[in-house]
């Protein structure tokens, strides 16, 4: 599971970043997302009641804002529904672009940092009790991600190299 931190400013709910972030990553994936407020709730370990809430606020305009970020679209075929991102939206936008190019390994300036939040991580007794395990996650994510940025900017601005002669000789393929 991903999220992106300008999901979470625009939306002030962990609960509807990590709904959309499932959302995002399924309709980048296979081009729109289809399935139940329950389906995503089991995955999310979310009541449905919160994954219908939601939904609901996601699928209606943010605060001074005339797009949602989310699109419904009935299913004629049956009674399901699919739910698209919104384009027109400026964030449904770059965190589709941001997904795409995560799963087909690219990057460019211009998109969104994703955060990965680990939810097997997550061990409850019951789907009620989650919304803090779910803050707390989302935490690790991003303090786990700043840690391992830190040590690779420190790793490569370094100007001395520090390896002993052995492991220098092994490098080489040198005997000593």
Do not use: C
């Amino acid at each position: 599971m991903f999220f992106a931190l300008e999901v979470l400013a625009a939306t002030k709910s962990d609960t509807q970043t990590l709904i959309l972030g499932h959302i995002a990553y399924h309709h980048a994936k296979h081009g729109k997302f289809n399935s139940s407020a329950s389906a995503i709730a089991k995955h999310l370990s979310y009541s449905i009641n919160a994954v219908k809430n939601g939904l609901k606020k996601l699928l209606e305009p943010l605060e001074d804002e005339k797009e949602p970020l989310l699109i419904e679209s009935a299913n004629p075929s049956s009674y399901s529904r699919t739910l698209h991102l919104n384009m027109k939206h400026p964030l449904g936008y770059r965190l589709l672009q941001s997904y795409t190019q995560m799963l087909n390994k690219q990057q460019s300036s211009n998109t969104l940092r994703l955060y990965s939040v680990q939810l097997h991580l997550f061990d409850s007794k019951s789907r009620y009790d989650s919304r803090h395990q779910h803050k707390m996650l989302m935490l690790q994510a991003l303090i786990t991600s700043k840690i391992k940025a830190g040590k690779i900017a420190t790793r490569n601005k370094r100007d001395t190299y520090q390896q002993s002669i052995s492991q220098l000789a092994n490098k080489l393929g040198w005997h000593i």
